[in-house]
């Protein structure tokens, strides 16, 4: 039919034809309105050039670009929303980091002690936490970073074979745990990495003495060995810092086996042959003390007597008294008073050997009592500390009790008024 020239009339509108209109001599014939409303039709009749898109194909192109508009748009929205959220974030950090950094090194740290114990050098004397109220010894550099030496001591002709040896850094990485805190410093349990223990004693004043007073004293203290005293092995000082290590004493302290760890001083008394091995190890380290001219122990009490490997006496802060100033507004405690002797309770009076027997015979006395010389005993009874225990010695008799305490008479010499105590 294509062919056929005799073809009158032909009309394919509207029929949503497509292709190529075959350019045949019958088709050819007609015009485009025999074509119309085809938009996919092409060829010679309708004058449009077949291998070309048809114009109306080109409309949808808007709808597209409408489209990549609203992606760009979530993906810039979505960008800026994480960009806040990663801020919010990091701001958030960075407070944490500040707060925490203001946090004050005591703030984190808690130890075990004791009030009573005055910078014992032994084990924590209680299960009670103490927090550090004081600045505390944080084990860390100092502002400077500058790490010091620590000065061994003892002589080197002792024969001591054992000493273990240590530089400050290892100090530094110690563990540290709160002991007790005393007029002249806290002292400190001190854990190194290896795991070798020592007692650390931090001087509250660094500037008293001055510094070669101070280390000419320490260097005599540090040349004393005796079987019942606790060693002092090394000792450090700045300008602002002044450390001394002494040996560590895991079983406590003689106040804790007379007391348990009641500081109401009422314990029961210890068997007669464990008195009479303590008043000896301690009467024999305060006589090696008193050898050494003007050197005294300068605060003998229960506290400061610390029990050895085999549970034997020995004594701690032997002559530290020299390096407390005597124009400190800081007063010595209740506790270490009722030891002295009258003539020493005023601290700008320096302690002397005979004090130091006076101290010897309130510490026997409490050792064959039990009971403890503080301040409701002292109130009632006063400073005669021999009419407190004859008082104890008469109370026990009333009540009928073994009277332990009458074997109290042995010391009662050493506090009498007189200042001409008896020696060793």
Not at 378 to 399: F, K, L, M, N, P
Request: proline share 5%; net charge neutral.
């Amino acid at each position: 039919m294509a062919q056929d020239t005799s073809l009158r009339f032909f009309n394919v509108s509207n029929n949503k034809l497509s292709g190529q209109i075959p350019p045949t001599r019958g088709l050819k014939q007609f015009d485009e309105s025999s074509f119309a409303g085809n938009a996919d039709l092409c060829g010679d009749q309708i004058r449009i050039p077949c291998g070309t898109s048809p114009a109306p194909s080109a409309k949808p192109a808007p709808i597209s670009k409408k489209k990549n508009n609203a992606k760009l748009i979530g993906i810039i929205a979505g960008s800026a929303a994480g960009g806040v959220l990663i801020f919010i974030l990091l701001l958030t950090v960075l407070i944490f980091c500040c707060l925490r950094k203001r946090k004050s090194p005591g703030e984190d740290r808690k130890g075990k002690g004791i009030a009573e114990a005055e910078g014992g050098g032994g084990a924590a004397e209680t299960e009670r936490d103490i927090e550090r109220k004081d600045r505390g010894f944080s084990w860390e550099r100092s502002e400077e970073g500058a790490v010091g030496t620590l000065v061994f001591l003892g002589a080197s002709d002792s024969g001591e074979t054992t000493v273990v040896r240590y530089t400050m850094e290892d100090l530094l990485k110690a563990s540290a745990e709160t002991l007790g805190r005393g007029t002249l410093g806290s002292t400190y349990k001190a854990v190194m990495e290896s795991g070798f223990i020592v007692t650390v004693k931090r001087l509250k004043n660094a500037r008293y003495p001055r510094m070669e007073e101070f280390k000419r004293h320490v260097e005599i203290l540090g040349q004393l060995r005796h079987p019942n005293l606790v060693s002092l092995r090394a000792y450090f000082q700045a300008k602002e810092e002044r450390l001394l290590v002494y040996d560590y004493f895991p079983n406590g302290s003689l106040f804790t086996l007379i007391h348990g760890t009641r500081a109401s001083g009422n314990g029961k008394p210890l068997h007669w042959t464990s008195c009479l091995k303590i008043a000896e190890d301690l009467a024999s380290a305060l006589l090696y003390i008193h050898q050494n001219p003007g050197l005294t122990h300068g605060n003998l009490k229960s506290s400061n007597v610390l029990l050895g490997p085999d549970f034997e006496s020995c004594l701690t802060d032997y002559g530290l008294s020299t390096l407390h100033d005597p124009d400190s507004a800081e007063e010595t405690s209740a506790v270490s008073l009722f030891y002295k002797a009258p003539e020493c309770r005023d601290p700008r009076r320096a302690s002397t050997q005979p004090a130091d027997v006076y101290s010897f015979g309130v510490l026997l006395l409490e050792l064959l009592t039990g009971r403890t010389p503080f301040q409701d005993l002292v109130q009632e009874y006063g400073s005669d500390i021999s009419r407190w225990v004859r008082a104890v010695r008469e109370e026990e008799t009333e009540s009928g009790e073994e009277p332990t305490s009458s074997q109290g008479e042995v010391a009662l010499p050493t506090v009498s008024y007189s200042t001409n105590f008896p020696n060793f």
